[in-house]
């Protein structure tokens, strides 16, 4: 079993993180509408002060979203391997729902290089992207081709394994 390079790591994180940016603007919205509520109910406490709890408590909510989307980064890269087995190839990714993909050689039709030019540029990681031939089964039914990606290789190891593939 082979595991990703560990700067894929940094490349979950980021993606996680951008993913779930989103949520960021949610917060301040609150914040303006609390703002609004809390100081013409709170007697005691004064205006500054009240903007000063929610807008820190905002600083904790970036950073436990920050951790969280490092833990998920984690999480998925340390269950993302791929072997390359007598058989065919053998992908297991999943977090919560572990997922197992064999692909048989004879069934590869086309295993291709794909280089996002900013991921490659800024961390040196490259994509080996597996199509697989539509076919047809025992009780003649067609399968549809399988589309895998295996993401966060070096150089090396991505044309390496194409060519193993191939």
């Keep these: 079993m082979k595991n990703l390079d560990p700067r894929t790591l940094l490349l979950f994180f980021i993606r996680n993180f951008f993913g779930t940016a989103?949520?960021?603007p949610f917060w301040f919205?609150?914040?303006f509408i609390l703002e609004k509520l809390w100081v013409n109910t709170l007697v005691g406490l004064s205006k500054?002060?009240?903007?000063?709890?929610?807008?820190?408590?905002?600083?904790?909510f970036l950073f436990l979203l920050m951790l969280g989307c490092y833990?998920?980064?984690w999480l998925t890269f340390s269950n993302?391997?791929?072997?390359?087995?007598?058989?065919g190839l053998h992908i297991r990714r999943g977090v919560f729902f572990?997922?197992?993909?064999?692909?048989?050689?004879?069934?590869?039709?086309?295993a291709e290089l794909m280089i996002n030019q900013y991921v490659a540029r800024f961390f040196q990681l490259y994509t080996v992207h597996i199509i697989s031939r539509e076919l047809l089964n025992t009780e003649g039914v067609f399968q549809?081709?399988?589309?895998?990606?295996?993401?966060?290789l070096s150089s090396e190891e991505a044309l390496s394994l194409r060519a193993e593939l191939l």
């Design 22 to 24: 989103y949520i960021i």
């Design 29 to 31: 919205i609150g914040v």
């Design 48 to 60: 500054e002060f009240v903007i000063l709890l929610l807008d820190g408590s905002g600083l904790v």
């Design 71 to 73: 833990y998920w980064g």
């Design 80 to 87: 993302f391997t791929y072997e390359l087995a007598p058989d």
């Design 98 to 110: 572990r997922h197992h993909v064999h692909i048989r050689y004879q069934d590869i039709e086309k």
């Design 144 to 152: 549809q081709k399988q589309n895998e990606h295996i993401v966060g």
